[in-house]
């Protein structure tokens, strides 16, 4: 399993809800809700099935 002070991947993706369904329908672990951080920016974390920490952004 990959060290929690290891690289973390960001991914710009159009549309977070789904693109954290298919993550969490994978086999991917939650460990940041889809959440607003500014006006215009969502993000979400997951940890994929090989224990990678991945997260997410959208913005409109």
Do not use: H, W
């Amino acid at each position: 399993m990959p060290s929690l002070d290891g690289t973390r991947v960001y991914l710009k993706v159009a549309d977070i809800e789904l693109a954290m369904a298919r993550a969490l329908a994978s086999g991917g672990v939650c460990l940041y809700p889809v959440t607003r951080v500014v006006e215009r920016v969502r993000v979400a974390k997951f940890r994929d099935c090989e224990g990678n920490r991945i997260a997410l952004q959208e913005q409109s």
